[in-house]
């Protein structure tokens, strides 16, 4: 067995054998028959790259079992894959970093990776292993919401294909028989997923059979099996992901984000909001459409009213960041004005258009003064906490053909009929994973 290695030494691009701490330089060609130099040099002394540079990486889904049942989908009768693009590249010990132009779910996947040796076009089964020159460990990053953001095209391509996405190495293992293997991925210490290459609807070699007879795979090219359960976000400022696979190593990587971050993928038109009641949800709402650069007043009283406006609001994330919003902070609505969305986290002071009516009523009643594009959110009943927080209902005034703010432009991980159920606090950084307090 041999762990191929690719570095960066005195401004010189090498490769060669890593053997423990140190790596025996070869020349030539990786994938044609490499010569050892007798030079060694330190891992310590080295920037690690990928161990090769593919023409492409094709990337599976649905390839486990364990997986496909989870999900409640169908074991499909044919790889399903996407192609993830050159410029994604990543090697070891480098940065993960969130793309400018999204704000979603990041999610890491840990999986095996096979590296093509030999031109590969129209191969059998039986004669496949005969192109692989080896085995390395994946993180196949994922821009997870944008995959089923148009519902009429699914984009795995745009999802997968950020810089610093397609993340793989350190090393490729050659000699090596992948049916008993493991793949094991850690985020922050903690293990999220642990499972079986033999669990795999399509093994290696008929893998890259199925694959050949689509496309002409090349050396260097690598094809990510797919991943299986136990997926997940990566949500702090800073995360530290491990891939590892018995036999081939361990791939680590951090993954870098601003904490708290904009939700909502282009940047925001400032829109007028005012905030009802500045409590955990209020108070949350508040900051996060501050920080997003909206102007924001709060209605609140006594204490709260005070402190808001002495201090601002304060979120404090689970990593200990803490981030605070200046607001206005007013005790009526009169105090106010009428801004273009107001949300009632409260209910208290608010004026009749808020109670609870259709759409159409809505319109109705609505005096002329509020304007045309005013949108108001109201909750139908008190909310004490987010974990008993009930729905909320979006009721959107004027005329029909005038500009709306969504529920979307204003909270991007809002379900459509504005519920706060788990997944949705966790996704804006609530519930578990953001803590809002006013500063007192």
């Not at 090393?171 to 903690?190: N, Q």
């Not at 960041?321 to 106010?336: I, Y």
């Not at 107001?342 to 009643?365: D, F």
Request: glycine share 10%; with cysteine.
């Amino acid at each position: 067995m041999a762990h191929w290695i690719r570095f960066e030494h005195q401004g010189q691009t090498g490769f060669g054998t890593l053997d423990g701490e140190a790596i025996a330089v070869h020349a030539g060609e990786m994938f044609e028959e490499p010569q050892p130099t007798g030079e060694t040099v330190p891992l310590a002394d080295v920037k690690v790259l990928t161990p090769c540079v593919p023409s492409k990486m094709i990337c599976l889904w649905n390839n486990f079992h364990a997986l496909a049942e989870r999900l409640g989908v169908a074991e499909p009768a044919e790889p399903l894959y996407f192609l993830k693009s050159p410029s994604a590249f990543l090697a070891h010990g480098e940065t993960i970093r969130r793309p400018k132009s999204y704000s979603g779910n990041v999610v890491y996947e840990g999986e095996l990776g096979i590296v093509i040796g030999r031109r590969c076009s129209n191969v059998g089964e039986d004669e496949a292993g005969d192109y692989i020159f080896g085995y390395t460990c994946v993180n196949d990053v994922t821009a997870a919401d944008i995959i089923s953001k148009d519902p009429t095209f699914a984009q795995w391509a745009r999802a997968k294909s950020f810089d610093t996405f397609g993340v793989f190495g350190p090393v490729i293992a050659t000699g090596l028989d992948p049916a008993g293997l493991s793949i094991r991925t850690v985020v922050d210490g903690k293990e999220r997923q642990s499972y079986p290459v033999s669990d795999m609807i399509f093994q290696p070699h008929r893998l890259v059979s199925f694959l050949s007879r689509d496309m002409t795979l090349l050396p260097g090219d690598v094809i990510a099996c797919g991943t299986s359960i136990g997926v997940g976000a990566m949500r702090g400022a800073s995360n530290a992901i491990e891939v590892s696979i018995e036999g081939i190593g361990t791939l680590s990587n951090a993954f870098v984000q601003q904490v708290p971050f904009r939700y909502g993928e282009d940047p925001p038109r400032p829109m007028r909001v005012c905030v009802v009641g500045a409590g955990a949800i209020g108070g949350l709402m508040a900051a996060r459409l501050a920080g997003a650069g909206h102007p924001v007043t709060v209605i609140d009283q006594g204490a709260h009213l005070a402190a808001i406006q002495d201090n601002g609001l304060k979120l404090i994330w689970e990593d200990g960041t803490e981030h605070v919003a200046r607001v206005e902070a007013v005790e009526s609505a009169a105090q106010a004005g009428w801004p273009v969305a107001c949300i009632a986290a409260r209910q208290v002071s608010m004026p009749s258009p808020t109670i609870s009516m259709s759409p159409r009523a809505a319109r109705r009643t609505a005096p002329p003064r509020h304007g045309p594009n005013i949108i108001f959110c109201e909750s139908t009943g008190a909310l004490p906490q987010p974990s008993r927080a009930r729905k909320v209902r979006w009721i959107a005034t004027g005329a029909p053909s005038a500009p709306r703010v969504t529920s979307a432009t204003i909270a991007g991980q809002m379900p459509p009929e504005g519920c706060f159920s788990p997944a949705w606090k966790r996704s804006v950084g609530g519930g578990e994973r953001c803590r809002p307090r006013e500063t007192r």
